[in-house]
């Protein structure tokens, strides 16, 4: 069983819900990525989405782009994403880590490459935004070698016969999108979300998870009350946003990490 498995399985025995934080590597720099990442762990956080920075982030709204700038700015890598995973391992070996991007940083380094460097840092999912199953046979053969699941996304937009291949191929959990467009966005169709993921779930036994639009208790409430977990992202880079490179011991860390706080105890409520 991968950690991503125990961690949901643990979360389904205690009829509680996954709560999973995205941020970016190297917003602002490494060293307050890893302190965030701690910070997380603190305020409830199940699993970290670790963005690896790129320069064309196509799916991801103003406000991530901005912090993947950030990143970017700082010179931070794949490699560096990878390393910041080991610095992680060192003090914690329960939260699971899911590494989000796109696919070019990880074909420049290469599948097999890639694969390995992440089993040994201690990464335990791979989403890669702009590669659907179809064209992913042989990075996800490389991935699963290595015990590593390998997470797909699933849209409104997603035909039914293309999201029955996506839950076969899927493992961890399934990503489901909760609106069209890019994350940020503001999410208005709760019912057909609703819809959506009961459907998701007659197609597979993992869990569903929503992502994008999920801004605040009331959103995080709504989401999670009709599926296995949440992704908050836009909301925590826009608080991280505000620290500055050697925040490290400052009280603005807690601070803007307090979105996932106060998010674990709205969903622990329902």
Excluded: W
Excluded at 45 to 60: N, Q, V
Excluded at 66 to 80: C, F, I, N, P, S
Excluded at 190 to 214: K, N, W, Y
């Amino acid at each position: 069983m991968s950690r991503i498995s125990a961690i949901a399985s643990k979360r389904i025995q205690q009829e509680k819900k996954l709560l999973i934080p995205y941020l970016v590597a190297g917003d602002p720099d490494l060293p307050t990525t890893l302190a965030l990442m701690q910070e997380l762990v603190q305020q409830g956080a199940d699993i970290i989405e670790l963005g690896i920075p790129f320069s064309d982030p196509a799916s991801d709204g103003p406000v991530i782009q901005r912090g993947v700038e950030r990143a970017l700015d700082g010179g931070t890598t794949l490699r560096d994403t990878l390393a910041l995973v080991v610095q992680f391992r060192q003090g914690d070996t329960e939260t699971g880590i899911v590494l989000m991007g796109y696919l070019n940083p990880i074909e420049i380094m290469g599948y097999e490459n890639f694969a390995a460097s992440a089993a040994a840092a201690g990464v335990d999912g791979v989403l890669v935004v702009d590669m659907p199953p179809a064209e992913s046979t042989e990075l996800h053969r490389r991935l699963a070698d290595a015990d590593i699941d390998t997470i797909y996304l699933v849209a409104p937009t997603t035909s039914a016969d293309r999201a029955k291949d996506i839950a076969e191929a899927c493992t961890g959990y399934l990503y489901y999108v909760s609106l069209k467009g890019v994350t940020g966005a503001a999410i208005t169709d709760h019912e057909a979300i609703r819809e959506s993921i009961e459907s998701m779930r007659q197609l597979t036994d993992l869990p569903v998870v929503v992502g994008f639009g999920i801004k605040d208790n009331e959103s995080a409430l709504a989401m999670a009350s009709v599926s296995d977990g949440i992704i908050i992202g836009s909301a925590l880079v826009e608080q991280i946003a505000q620290l500055s490179g050697g925040d490290l011991e400052k009280p603005e860390l807690p601070q803007c990490c307090a979105v996932i706080g106060e998010a674990r105890s709205a969903i622990d409520s329902l």
